[in-house]
């Protein structure tokens, strides 16, 4: 058998049905895509491969998928910390982006949330953000896959002064990119409280129809939770039940007020939770109770939020978060275990953006979408079971090879796509710009 790459790590999680962990098996990537997963000694026996990569003590990962982002947003990381959600928007976040979110801002944020995202180990983001068509060009150029967010608030920005300019916006990039092999598109109305019910019923006949994602904030505080019940005399879950939007498309983020009812009613829609852990932890949200939600049988992914509200877009520290976070809220060492915590941030990722048959696990068939971490280091020493030196131990410095589609996006740490310097000066330029204005 030919291939035009192999791989020898030491260990392959896979992130299967049977939570596997491969111990001296190799994996052959053709045309961009998983060929075999197999023992060393028999690859090395029938595989004839261009290029040859022996990885000892190495894991080999899916690549990490981040459910729920706003890439560009790295640009205002820091700019207003230490306050509550509605103090830190009103007041901070959505006044600079009146002044700075334009297409040169996106792109800007975008490439520089990309080299710290691949960096540690992130193939994949989900992004809510104005000018998506400016990040998802970036991400494309990039080699990276990226679903952009066609967002809609009901006041005008630079981007848009209606929700249907937002909508035919959001219309125009989802056909631009249909086709597209890294690149797809998903609904993103910004929270119950930003977008009105005539805009949500527009989205829920067009989601339907084209079988797009629903990507959206949901019951994020208790204070969004007392304002509807204020404004509308229902709970936000229980308005867009009522819009017809509780569906297999809905991709509800954040979560942190929930009952057991709405929990039931969430797995019963077959609707898909995006925890944030840090952001919520940091704006003092509330606690997801994920634990509970995938005892129900609800797929659980895995998020930073954007940056200004973590302040990292690391999803290997995410991932050591909602584990630990996850035994906390649940009062059981025994909740979230290391590979539930993995497929969080993997396969549940691929399935809640409906792309789990291209990627999200190492399956013959899928997008040679991998990460591999060096676990030779003091930090990751000895290793009895290399699951948990990657949830529990490992950082994002152990990221040592990323591939996207088989394409070696970063190599020895360092990427092959993206030019550190010149972004870090960008970033910089930004940074003092804004500083100067506050
Ligand atoms: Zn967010």
């Not at 261009?50 to 990885?55: N, V």
């Not at 679903?147 to 006041?155: H, N, P, Q």
């Not at 005008?156 to 631009?176: I, N, V």
């Amino acid at each position: 058998m030919q291939a035009e790459l192999l791989l020898h790590p030491q260990w392959i999680v896979p992130v299967d049905a049977a939570a596997s962990i491969l111990t001296d098996h190799s994996l052959a990537v053709s045309g961009g895509r998983i060929r075999a997963l197999l023992p060393t000694a028999e690859a090395r026996a029938h595989i004839r491969a261009a290029q040859e990569i022996e990885l000892p003590g190495h894991v080999l990962i899916p690549g990490l998928i981040n459910a729920h982002t706003h890439s560009p947003m790295v640009l205002l990381r820091g700019l207003a910390d230490d306050l509550p959600l509605m103090t830190w928007l009103n007041q901070h976040i959505w006044p600079a982006e009146q002044r700075w979110a334009e297409p040169e801002f996106v792109r800007a944020g975008t490439r520089l949330a990309a080299l710290e995202m691949l960096k540690s180990g992130t193939i994949c983001f989900n992004d809510m953000y104005f000018f998506a068509e400016v990040t998802a060009k970036a991400a494309a150029d990039i080699g990276m896959r990226a679903v952009a967010g066609m967002i809609l608030v009901d006041f005008p920005t630079r981007f848009a002064e209606t929700p249907e300019e937002y909508l035919r916006k959001g219309l125009a990039l989802h056909d631009r990119y249909r086709d597209h092999a890294l690149i797809c598109t998903a609904f993103a109305p910004h929270a119950p409280y930003s977008v009105s019910d005539g805009p949500f019923e527009r989205i829920r006949t067009l989601s339907n129809e084209l079988d797009v994602p629903v990507h959206i904030h949901l019951h994020e505080t208790h204070d969004e939770v007392v304002q509807s019940l204020r404004d509308h005399g229902e709970r936000p879950l229980a308005r867009l039940e009522r819009l017809g939007l509780l569906g297999p498309n809905l991709v509800a983020v954040h979560m942190t007020q929930l009952e057991a009812a709405e929990i039931a009613a969430v797995a019963h829609a077959n609707a898909h939770v995006v925890h944030c852990p840090e952001s919520n932890l940091k704006l003092a949200a509330g606690f997801c109770p994920a634990a509970r939600l995938l005892a129900a049988g609800v797929n659980v992914a895995l998020g930073t939020d954007g940056a200004a509200s973590n302040n990292d877009l690391d999803m290997m520290g995410e991932l050591r978060t909602a584990a630990l976070l996850g035994k906390g809220v649940a009062d059981s060492p025994a909740a979230l275990p290391a590979y539930t915590a993995l497929r969080m941030a993997t396969l549940n990722g691929a399935r809640a953006l409906g792309i789990d048959a291209e990627t999200g696990s190492l399956e013959t068939g899928k997008s040679a979408d991998m990460v591999a971490l060096d676990l030779r280091d003091p930090d990751t020493q000895p290793v009895y079971n290399p699951v948990s030196q990657v949830v529990y131990a490992a950082g994002r410095d152990q990221v040592q090879q990323v591939w996207v589609a088989g394409r070696h996006l970063i190599r020895d740490g360092e990427p092959t796509t993206l030019d550190p310097a010149a972004i870090l000066d960008e970033a910089r330029v930004w940074g003092a710009r804004i500083a100067a204005s506050q």
